[in-house]
C-alpha cells in the first residue's frame, strides 16, 4: 500500500496500520478481549462508533449520521451533484464474537479510501463510507435493522414496535445513544446510492479451502426468522407425577429437532435451521418450565424451499401443542426474499482482481448482510476475504493480514473504477 505523509487519512498507511485499527475497535466490547460483544446502542457501541467516527474525519471524510445511527462518511467527489458509489458494513457484534465481522468492511472500507487518497486519486462521483445500525439481530430480534430501514422494509411504526428482552423500547434506546428526529427520515431513495459493495469476511470455508484470495459474491440467500412461545404448566419438580405434565421445554425439546430433521431433509445442502435462543422460564432447577420462548433462524439460497421449512415448523407446532396439551404461539419477525448482485458490479470486482494480481471466485453469500437490503435501492455486489477455518460469530474468527490487505487492495481498485 502506498506511504506518503502529506495527504488525508492514517501517515504511512500500511496493513500493519489497519490491523492495529481492528484490534484497537475489538478492544471496546462488553466483554472481557479478546471476545468482542457490542450490542447496538450500548456504552461499548457508542465508544466504537466515536471511535470509527475519529478515523473517518481523521481521513478528511465528512460524517453524518441518521435518526437510527446509520452513519455515512463522505469522500467528495468532484461532481457532488452525482449520486456516490458506497461501501461499509457493521460494527456491532454478537455476544460472544470476533473481530472481524463486520470490522473487515468498515474499516477495510476506510483504507480503501485512504489509499486512494494516498495515491492522489480524485473520484469524479464522491465514495461515501457507510456503518449500518444493528445488523445483528441480537438486541432486537431483527437482522439489519439499519439498512432495512432505509430500504423501507420496515417501517417507523413497526420500527417502534420493537422490545429487547428488558422490555426497553427502540425510541428511548436510539435516543440514549444520542439519536433523535424523525424515524421516517432514514429511508432512503432508490438512486441515493449509485452502487454499493460490502467487503466482508466469508463467514464459511471454501475461500481458505481452494486458497482463493478473493470471492465474488452472486446472490445473497434467504434469512427468516419465526419466533415461538410455549406456554406449558409449571409446577413442583419432586411433587408432580409424569403422567399429565405440561412441560414447555420438553416440547420445545420436539420443535429444535423438527426443525432440524425438516432442515435436512429438503434435499439441498443450501437449507439451514438453527434455534439460537431458547429462554426459560422460571429457570430454576426444581420447577417445571412452564413457559419457553424461542428463536429460529431458516435460510436458504432458494426462498420457495426455505418457506417449506418455515410452514413445516409451524405444523409442527401444532402438532406438538396438541399431543402435549400446551399452547404454542408464533410470530414472524422477518421472511426476506434472497437478493441477486448486480452483474457489472460483479464484474468490476473481478477485472480489479485480475489487475491486481489475486485469484477470485463467485459465489454465493449464506450469510445475510445490509446489502441485502442496499439490494432494494441500489446495485450492490459482495467482495468476500477467506476467514480461518469457515469460523465466524465466534470469539476464535480470524482473517490474515495477507487476506484483509487483498480484499481492501480489490475493493479500492474497484472503488476508484466505479467513481472515476
Ligand atoms: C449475520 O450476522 C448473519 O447472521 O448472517
Ligand atoms: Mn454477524
Ligand atoms: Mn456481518
Keep these: 500500500m502506498a506511504s506518503t505523509q502529506d495527504k488525508p487519512g492514517r501517515p504511512g498507511l500500511s496493513i500493519d496500520g489497519l490491523i492495529a485499527e481492528l484490534q484497537a ?64 458494513s457493521h460494527i456491532d457484534a454478537i455476544p460472544n464474537a470476533g473481530l472481524y465481522d463486520g470490522c473487515v468492511g468498515v474499516l477495510g472500507g476506510l483504507e480503501a479510501i485512504r489509499v486512494l487518497q494516498q495515491l492522489g486519486f480524485k473520484p469524479r462521483r464522491s465514495i461515501e463510507l457507510v ?36 422490555g426497553r423500547g427502540l425510541e428511548e434506546l436510539r435516543a440514549g445513544a444520542g439519536f433523535t428526529g424523525a424515524l421516517e427520515s432514514v429511508a432512503l431513495a432508490a438512486g441515493r446510492f449509485d452502487k454499493f459493495i460490502e467487503l466482508h469476511i466469508e463467514q464459511g470455508p471454501l475461500l481458505e479451502q481452494e486458497g482463493i484470495d478473493v470471492g465474488l459474491v452472486t446472490h445473497i440467500a434467504a434469512p427468516a426468522s419465526l419466533r415461538i412461545v410455549i406456554e406449558g404448566e409449571g409446577g413442583h419438580a419432586g411433587g408432580k407425577l409424569m403422567p399429565g405434565r405440561k412441560d414447555a421445554l420438553v416440547a420445545a425439546a420436539e420443535l429444535i429437532l423438527a426443525l432440524e430433521l425438516t432442515a435436512k431433509s429438503t434435499g439441498a445442502i443450501d437449507t439451514v435451521g438453527t434455534v439460537g435462543v431458547c429462554e ?99 446495485p450492490v455486489a459482495m467482495l468476500f476475504i477467506p476467514c480461518r477455518g469457515g469460523v465466524s460469530h465466534r470469539p476464535d474468527e480470524y482473517a490474515s493480514p495477507g487476506w484483509i490487505g487483498s480484499g481492501v487492495h480489490v475493493l479500492a481498485r474497484t472503488l476508484a473504477r466505479l467513481a472515476s
Design 25 to 88: 475497535l475489538s478492544q471496546i466490547s462488553e466483554a472481557e478481549p479478546p471476545v468482542v460483544t457490542r450490542l447496538v446502542f450500548s456504552e461499548a457501541d457508542r465508544r466504537a462508533r466515536a471511535y470509527v467516527k475519529g478515523l473517518c474525519a481523521a481521513a478528511g471524510l465528512a460524517v453524518q449520521e441518521d435518526a437510527i445511527g446509520n452513519t455515512f462518511a463522505r469522500w467528495q467527489g468532484s461532481e457532488p451533484g452525482l449520486a456516490p458509489v458506497g461501501t461499509g
Design 280 to 378: 426459560v422460564f422460571p429457570g430454576a432447577v426444581n420447577s417445571i418450565p412452564s413457559r419457553v420462548r424461542l428463536e429460529t433462524d431458516i435460510r436458504d439460497t432458494d426462498r420457495a424451499r426455505r418457506d417449506r421449512v418455515l410452514d413445516a415448523l409451524r405444523a409442527a407446532c401444532t402438532d406438538v401443542a396438541a399431543r402435549r396439551g400446551v399452547t404454542i404461539t408464533t410470530a414472524l419477525v422477518n421472511a426476506d426474499p434472497p437478493a441477486t448482485c448486480d452483474p457489472m458490479i460483479v464484474a468490476a470486482l473481478e477485472a480489479s482482481a485480475v489487475e491486481a494480481g489475486k485469484t477470485c471466485k463467485r459465489m454465493v453469500s449464506r450469510a445475510y448482510h445490509d446489502s441485502l437490503f442496499m439490494a432494494r435501492i441500489a
Design 131 to 166: 456503518i449500518f445500525t444493528a445488523e445483528e439481530p441480537t438486541r432486537f430480534g431483527i437482522g439489519c435493522l439499519g439498512s432495512r430501514m432505509m430500504a423501507s422494509v420496515l417501517t417507523p411504526d413497526q420500527a417502534l414496535a420493537l422490545r429487547d428482552k428488558e
